[in-house]
Structures are given as C-alpha cells and as structure tokens.
Antibody, heavy 115, light 113 residues
Framework: EVQLVESGGGLVKPGSSLKLSCVAS????????MHWIRQAPKKGLEWIAL????????YYADSVKGRFTISRDNSKNTLYLEMNSLRSEDTAMYYC????????WGQGVMVTVSS | DIVMTQSPSSLAVSAGDKVTMSCKSS????????????LSWFQQKPGQSPKLLIS???TRETGVPDRFIGSGSGTDFTLTISSVQAEDLAVYYC?????????FGSGTKLEIK
C-alpha cells in the first residue's frame, strides 16, 4: 500500500525558515518524480514544486522560486521542501504527491506563517 | 503559464441526477508526440486529501466508479457524473500537466440536495 507521510509543519514568524519532510513507502520511491502541492485555508490547490526521480530536474512555481528548495534522499525514501523567507501567504496545508500524475497524496502538513 | 478555468464554481443536485462540469485551458493540452491530452481530474472530499480520478482527460484510475466520465480534447474538457451518489459530495479540480508550472482550476463544488 502506497503511503506518504508529511511532517515538519508548524507556526512560524514571517521571514523564518522551515523544512518539510515526506516519507514514502509501498512503492519504489527512487523510480518516481515527486511533487509538493499546497492549499491555503478554504482555497484551491496550488502546485509548487516537482523533482525528478533522480533529482536531475526540479521545477518551481513562480510564487516560491528562489525561496523554496525541493530535494530528495532516495536512500531514505524521503522528499523534502526547504522553505526560506516565509510570508503570510505561504500559510497552507502542504501535500506531497507521487509521480507525474500525482496519483497518491499524503495527508498533508499545516504551515502557518504569522507574527 | 497555462490558465485553467472551471465552471460552474458550485452546483447542487439530487442523488441520481446527471452532472457535468467544465474545464477550459488557455492553451491546447494535446501532445502530438504522445497523442494524449495532459489533463487530470481530482476529487477532494471534505477534510480529505485530493484523490486522482481521471488522467489523460478520459482514463479512469483503478477503482474509480464508471459513473465518472472524462471527455474533451485540446482546450475544452468535461467531467460527467452519470448518476450522482451522496458520497460524491466534494470539490472537483482539473489540472494540466502539459507544461510547467503545473496548474489547477479553481474547482467545482458539488453539493447534494
């Protein structure tokens, strides 16, 4: 059974940093690209980043480019999202999702940016 | 960036009704190389993570009931639920994966009367 478990969220002040993790199981993690997708409270879905299976390519939404970094450790079956210079508009539930089609999603982790 | 426009934003129907919702993209999602439309539909039930229903505009994921039907090509796409059930209460999102950045529509909220 595919499982994706996010962690690392919390309440932080504007300008601070946070690193999210997503631990994968139930599939060959090293064979799939992975996404981070977020959802602000009561809002729609916003794709923010993708990393290829071998980390050879990374893509970002303009809203996070230069502030967020997606990475992965295939030996640990773990996806990361390093978030710097956080803003109030980054407040959202953050999901990791598997594969180009995002066919499996985690339960999400909440990030709140507030003074 | 490709803009995805969904309509209506919400609709209320009775169980057993047929429902159609629209998704339009600002550019064609048809890949001439692979002869497929790079368009997915997701279902997000209250309090849950989104779930992939349909990819390549019309290919249902394993386990998705056949009452969910995706159609369309190019820039115009439709999700039809042939006979709505109470458990279909959700927000439905379309998403293009033709080019980066990937983009979602704003969603159609389905309510059951």
């Amino acid at each position: 059974e595919v499982q994706l478990v996010e962690s690392g969220g919390g309440l932080v002040k504007p300008g601070s940093s946070l690193k999210l993790s997503c631990v994968a199981s139930g599939f060959t993690f090293s064979s799939y690209g992975m996404h981070w997708i977020r959802q602000a409270p009561k809002k729609g879905l916003e794709w923010i980043a993708l990393i290829y299976y071998d980390s050879s390519n990374k893509y970002y939404a303009d809203s996070v480019k230069g502030r967020f970094t997606i990475s992965r450790d295939n030996s640990k079956n773990t996806l990361y999202l390093e978030m710097n210079s956080l803003r109030s508009e980054d407040t959202a539930m953050y999901y990791c999702a598997k594969g180009r089609l995002a066919d499996y999603w985690g339960q999400g982790v909440m990030v709140t940016v507030s003074s | 960036d490709i803009v995805m426009t969904q309509s209506p934003s919400s609709l209320a129907v009775s169980a057993g009704d047929k429902v159609t919702m629209s998704c339009k993209s600002s550019q064609s999602l048809l890949s001439s190389e692979y002869q497929g439309n790079y368009l997915s539909w997701f279902q997000q039930k209250p309090g849950q993570s989104p779930k992939l229903l349909i990819s390549l505009a019309s290919t249902r994921e394993t386990g998705v009931p056949d009452r969910f039907i995706g159609s369309g090509s190019g820039t115009d796409f439709t999700l039809t639920i042939s006979s709505v059930q109470a458990e279909d209460l959700a927000v439905y999102y379309c998403e293009q994966y033709y080019s980066y950045p990937l983009t979602f529509g704003s969603g159609t909220k389905l309510e059951i009367k």
